[in-house]
């Protein structure tokens, strides 16, 4: 029989009570999160379905408006970034945005350029990027639901986030391509 890795003069009940202290900033701060995304969701929706009422889209414009909005996801990153103003001291989230690899750097900075350029060539579907970028943010928010709590592991999820999205850049790759054959 295999014993219990457990000391035999341990409390029988383990560390069940064991909780953090409540802090009330971290709750007002996750309550205004959650606010503001549920009226970004509501923005989003009413600029989309204008924008499928006055310019319109068919048949393969679909497609154009589901690319731009894989394209925009990497830009959900941007709100978490946003974010930290309210986690950090300026310095320190200066410092901790330095702290990124140069290599990683580079990528974001390509990613920009871009996504500038992928979104300006499909002017006439502006509206539908901004769903990429509340869907990315909508599901990280909710898959780290239980560390997003805590400013200290949001931080540190936030960096490990930038420096491990997989290369930003090849998100906008084929809408452009899909834009480019489309204008052919």
């Known amino acids: 029989m295999n014993r219990s890795p457990r000391p035999t003069d341990a409390a029988p009940g383990g560390m069940r009570g064991a909780t953090r202290m409540h802090d009330p900033s971290e709750v007002a701060q996750d309550r205004v999160r959650r606010r503001t995304m549920n009226v970004a969701f509501v923005i989003i929706v009413v600029l989309n379905i204008a924008q499928v009422r006055v310019v319109g889209v068919r048949g393969w414009d679909w497609l ?109 790759l084929p809408a452009l391509a899909w834009e480019i054959c489309r204008r052919l």
């Open 64 to 172: 154009s408006v589901l690319l731009l909005v894989i394209a925009a996801a990497p830009l959900g990153l941007a709100a978490k970034v946003f974010e930290l103003r309210f986690k950090m001291a300026n310095e320190e989230r200066a410092r901790m945005l330095r702290e990124l690899p140069r290599r990683k750097e580079a990528e974001w900075a390509a990613y920009a350029v871009l996504a500038t350029t992928t979104f300006a060539i499909n002017g006439e579907f502006l509206t539908w990027p901004l769903a990429g970028v509340w869907l990315y943010d909508f599901w990280t928010y909710y898959h780290d639901r239980p560390e997003r709590m805590r400013h200290v592991y949001a931080v540190a999820k936030t960096l490990d986030e930038l420096r491990g999205f997989p290369v930003p850049w090849a998100w906008t």
